[in-house]
């Protein structure tokens, strides 16, 4: 599935304008690894955790030595993690202390209307809004800006973190627990020479930087057991795509995609990971002897140019022997799959630059007054994506409903992504097909490439299930009291 040739560029030269970055002070592999802190509540009572996270401007070190200004949840980047039981329901408070309009999206959530993140639906600076979430089922979710035409720099500046929500059949299987089961958030950044971060989405086609960061920090190095590990990747990253695999060439195990476990492990030699993508993974780091250095690399695919550099992302260490009492159950759920038979419609979407320069579907750009699709409550649809171009690809992201991709130019998935999605990679000259019934509420979602620089301008419709249903404009943010 990987093809293409590296294309190797000396660090800076790919931005025009910008050669005095500094990224090129960091040597990879040096900077320890660490995850995110995670967020208690502020309070809970016996349905439902209350939490709270300011959207703040912070001074933090991600370079080492230098001071990066970031918008961060709680002023950090990338955001605390939120841990959550499988219906307990979060109320979670965001309040804008930024000088810019935020809007939070709760991204894989299957959220009602009103707390989905509409990009219209903004939290002024001094103001906040209380989301209220579900958390009906298990999986890796993660939270970030979703404002009308500012997702990409609003995301690229830190507001970006992740979600996870465990269910009691999961917490039930031999996994990797506990320390073995860790977050891995992968972004690109490029700092300028006052280590500030640099923002530049080329013309609205892509914001690319040269350096590789996990958790906020450039390529770390993480220590490791010679055992197994859980590793919940996402990508965070605004328009860069990656080809993970292990400089050993051993295999990747996937345990679980956007919408949670498969069905059944797949061990992958190389995974293409798109922005906003998420796959749960087990490395086994008992086959290495003690003292191996295991790089996660990024391979080139067609079309992502792999930069100096930017073709590495961590490196595992095995530097302790533990014992190791972890699984990979042969069977890890029992995913409902929906057969495309049930299918009630199919709907066509090509995605395409129109001819001045920004990005449409099916020849439109956003329109808060149109909507482009109406399923009914619980009907099922196949809708599929046409990319008929050979110069960029498209993560596509529909809102409220995990699915399953049925083929690409006809084939099959390939046997990692077989699970629920909620973002389909549709390659250069590709054509993915997927199907989701629509369900549980009524209203109106949006649907987008979520390359965010596409997405902003202007990659992005909605789609209405059902009739009415609660205005996703109904519970506006509020101000703060003085
Ligand atoms: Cu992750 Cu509509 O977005
Ligand atoms: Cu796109």
Redesign the pocket.
């Known amino acids: 599935a990987l093809a293409g040739g590296t294309v190797l560029l000396p660090v800076g030269l790919q931005y025009r304008g910008y050669t005095q970055t500094v990224s090129g002070t960091v040597a990879p592999f040096t900077l320890s690894f660490r995850t995110p802190p995670v967020l208690n509540p502020v309070r809970s009572d016996s349905t439902t955790d209350y939490y709270q996270i300011r959207m703040q401007k912070g001074q933090v070190d991600i370079l080492p030595g230098r001071t990066t200004e970031v918008w961060g949840y709680n002023g950090i980047f990338p955001g605390p993690i939120i841990k959550q039981r499988a219906n307990r329901v979060s109320t979670v408070r965001f309040i804008n202390n930024l000088d810019v309009n935020t809007c939070v999206?709760l991204?894989g959530m299957t959220s009602s209307p009103q707390y989905d993140?509409y990009t219209l639906d903004f939290i002024s600076p001094g103001y906040y809004k209380d989301y209220v979430y579900p958390n009906s089922r298990a999986a890796n979710f993660?939270y970030?800006d979703?404002g009308l035409a500012q997702t990409a720099r609003n995301v690229y500046m830190g507001l970006a973190g992740m979600y996870i929500v465990q269910d009691d059949q999961e917490l039930a299987l031999p996994l990797p627990k506990g320390n073995y089961d860790i977050p891995l958030i992968i972004q690109d950044r490029q700092f300028a020479s006052d280590n500030s971060l640099i923002f530049d989405n080329r013309n609205q086609t892509s914001v690319m930087g040269d350096t590789i960061v996990v958790n906020g920090v450039p390529w770390p190095r993480m220590e490791v057991a010679n055992r197994k590990y859980r590793f919940r990747v996402l990508n965070a990253s605004s328009s860069r795509s990656y080809g993970l695999a292990l400089s050993t060439g051993d295999a990747l195990t996937v345990i679980g995609t956007d919408g949670g476990l498969m069905s059944a492990p797949v061990n992958t030699q190389n995974i293409r990971l798109a922005p906003?993508e998420r796959y749960d993974l087990i490395i086994d780091f008992s086959r290495y002897p003690l003292g191996t250095q295991v790089e996660l690399q990024n391979l080139p695919l067609p079309n992502n140019l792999v930069f100096a550099n930017t073709d590495k992302i961590m490196r595992f260490d095995v530097v302790r022997s533990e014992t190791d009492d972890s699984v990979v159950p042969s069977t890890l759920r029992n995913i409902q799959s929906i057969p495309e038979s049930s299918a009630v419609r199919t709907r066509d979407f090509t995605v395409q630059q129109r001819a001045d320069g920004v990005w449409a579907i099916n020849g439109n750009g956003w329109d808060r007054n149109r909507v482009d699709a109406n399923p009914q409550l619980e009907d099922v649809e196949i809708w599929t994506f046409r990319n008929t171009a050979n110069l960029s690809f498209h993560p596509m992201?529909l809102?409220l409903i995990d699915a399953r991709i049925l083929d690409r130019n006809g084939q099959p998935p390939f046997p990692y992504e077989v699970g629920l999605k909620d973002v389909f990679y549709v390659g250069e000259n590709e054509t993915v097909r997927v199907i989701g019934r629509f369900r549980p509420f009524a209203g109106k979602f949006?649907y987008?490439c979520?390359n965010m620089v596409h997405?902003d301008r202007d990659m992005m419709s909605q789609f209405q299930v059902g009739q009415g249903g609660i205005n996703p404009m109904s519970a506006p943010a509020r101000p703060l009291p003085a």
Do not use: D, F, V
């Open positions: 999206h991204h993140g993660w970030h979703h906003a992201h809102h949006m987008h979520h997405e």
